[in-house]
């Protein structure tokens, strides 16, 4: 077990953790309603706001329903389409002014801080726009062996303060790797 979680650590590390660009794209912006300087914002978590890109997983609360790790897979100009970590279906397909919450966990190496942060609609703006640079996360490949040969492909889940953590799938589960502990994540 720990030199799988090395082999995955190094794997990690090694993948440059990248951003997708393309001419122009549709992101959601979310900011603080009393902001007045949105140049601080990015696709990292930060109190005054951010910006959800494809390929991202969040914490959601959409129409009542929690989708906790949920991955955008399609934003557009008045929706977005959400996945489960690293699953391919079920898809979901809602309005952006759906959007309720959504929750940045502070997780470390296994220690999850609180409070955690909760952006509402009722502090922040929630919308859709136009990007010319950053449009997605790309995916990033954990290695499985020592020989680095074999790897899993994953995506990125954003937390507060500690930035993306990989979320894959392997073997029909879940997992997300922080720092030297493996999570397994189920859909509930």
Excluded at 3 to 17: A, C, W
Excluded at 144 to 167: C, L
Aim: hydrophobic share 35%; aromatic share 14%; glycine share 6%.
């Amino acid at each position: 077990m720990t030199i799988r979680i090395l082999v995955l650590i190094l794997g990690i590390s090694l993948s440059i953790q990248t951003f997708s660009q393309t001419e122009n794209c549709w992101s959601i912006k979310v900011e603080k309603k009393d902001i007045s300087d949105t140049n601080s914002l990015s696709e990292y978590f930060n109190p005054n706001g951010l910006y959800l890109v494809e390929n991202g997983i969040y914490n959601f609360r959409i129409n009542g329903t929690k989708y906790f790790m949920y991955r955008i897979v399609n934003i557009k100009m008045d929706s977005l389409t959400i996945v489960f970590g690293a699953d391919s279906e079920p898809e979901f397909t809602f309005p952006v002014n759906a959007i309720e919450k959504l929750t940045f966990y502070s997780l470390d190496n296994g220690r999850v801080g609180f409070p955690h942060n909760i952006l509402k609609p009722s502090k922040f703006n929630f919308e859709t726009v136009q990007r010319e640079n950053i449009c997605a996360i790309k995916k990033v490949k954990i290695y499985i062996d020592r020989e680095r040969k074999e790897y899993v492909e994953g995506y990125q889940y954003m937390t507060a303060g500690y930035g993306w953590k990989p979320v894959y799938k392997e073997n029909g589960k879940t997992y997300l790797l922080d720092k030297s502990i493996i999570h397994e994540i189920k859909n509930k």
